[in-house]
């Protein structure tokens, strides 16, 4: 089965630095996708960003972007000038097109903003 | 367009009540899928469906039971509900790929379940 791992359970930055959120995944898969959500104090499960496996440019949306490293199983989330408004628990996710089409996901990341 | 709703957001229940959560999506997408949240644990599928008729287990399977009788529609019922039940419970929806690309999954804004 796939798993997905976030080592870090809590994560700070002080507002207008950058910070690093880690992912690790277990696949047998070659066609898989991942995506980084947000879930902010509102429970709302907000899709930051996502990359496909095939593609070995990194996504990025506006200060966010990812280091996808295909041989590693390894997708960090990088937030550049981090504001006020990205505290909130992010979550990795997997997902294989061929096998079932679930969703796996980690155990999530609260980052905390410091003003 | 709604995207995915849920109902109710809040109840509480006592042991071994029974109740059903429905899912409702107006996206006519395919896939459908009931998740639990726990602090620390992040999101365990419960069960989910590739499509009206059909339904599978995830994870987390064991004390509930699910129903797709509408593409638009996906029920999550506890026939006994248990403390260990007890929870946040989000409904997403997610078709194959929109325009070539693999689509995400669209949450509904959860269900907070307390058992007693």
């Known amino acids: 089965a796939q798993t997905v791992t976030q080592s870090q359970p809590e994560m700070s930055v002080q507002e207008a630095e950058t910070v690093t959120l880690s992912c690790t995944y277990d696949?047998?898969?070659?066609?898989?996708?991942l995506f980084w959500y947000k879930q902010p104090p509102s429970r709302q499960m907000i899709l930051v960003i996502r990359?496909?496996?095939?593609?070995?440019q990194n996504a990025t949306e506006n200060r966010f972007s990812v280091n996808f490293q295909k041989a590693a199983k390894s997708f960090s989330l990088k937030i550049s000038d981090s504001q006020l408004g990205d505290a909130a628990m992010y979550f990795c996710?997997?997902?294989?097109?061929?096998?079932?089409?679930?969703?796996?996901f980690g155990t999530g990341t609260s980052l905390t903003v410091i003003p | 367009n709604a995207g995915v709703t849920q109902t109710p957001k809040f109840r509480v229940l006592k042991t071994g009540q029974s109740m059903t959560l429905l899912c409702a999506q107006d996206?006519?997408?395919?896939?459908m899928y009931w998740y639990r949240q726990d602090p620390g644990m992040g999101l365990r599928l419960i069960h989910y469906?590739?499509?009206?008729?059909?339904?599978a287990k995830g994870e987390v399977p064991d004390g509930y039971n699910v129903s797709r009788l509408k593409k638009q529609n996906f029920l999550l019922g506890l026939e006994s509900a248990a403390p260990s039940q007890t929870s946040v419970y989000f409904c997403?929806?997610?078709?194959?790929?929109?325009?070539?690309?693999?689509?995400?999954?669209?949450f509904g804004p959860g269900t907070r379940l307390t058992v007693l």
């Open positions: 997403a929806s997610s078709s194959h790929r929109t325009w070539g690309v693999p689509d995400t999954q669209y």
């Open positions: 696949t047998s898969e070659s066609d898989y996708y």
């Open positions: 990359q496909e496996a095939y593609k070995q």
């Open positions: 996710a997997y997902r294989a097109l061929n096998t079932g089409n679930q969703f796996y």
């Open positions: 996206m006519n997408h395919e896939y």
């Open positions: 469906s590739v499509g009206e008729g059909t339904t």
